[in-house]
């Protein structure tokens, strides 16, 4: 019961813009129910079922790639 009263609490009262975006993220990290638990995806403090674009392994994949070379491109412009 508290979860849901802290969750209620936490993402259902007026903030700044920077309040909101980390709201679901401070909950995350914050409540005591979720302790132990990972792999889960959270929108606006509620538990959903990400897009079946994000659980794909292709996009997985792809995203890796471009990190890499987006992280490679970083790196490089730094030295020079």
Excluded: H
Aim: net charge negative; aromatic share 8%.
């Amino acid at each position: 019961m508290w979860g849901v009263l802290n969750r209620n609490l936490l993402c259902s009262r007026l903030y700044s813009k920077e309040q909101q975006g980390a709201a679901t993220t401070v909950y995350c990290a914050a409540a005591p129910e979720l302790e132990g638990l990972g792999g889960m995806y959270f929108n606006n403090c509620c538990r959903c079922v990400p897009s079946p674009e994000a659980q794909s392994e292709d996009t997985a994949r792809a995203l890796w790639v471009l990190s890499e070379r987006l992280i490679e491109e970083a790196l490089g412009s730094q030295s020079g």
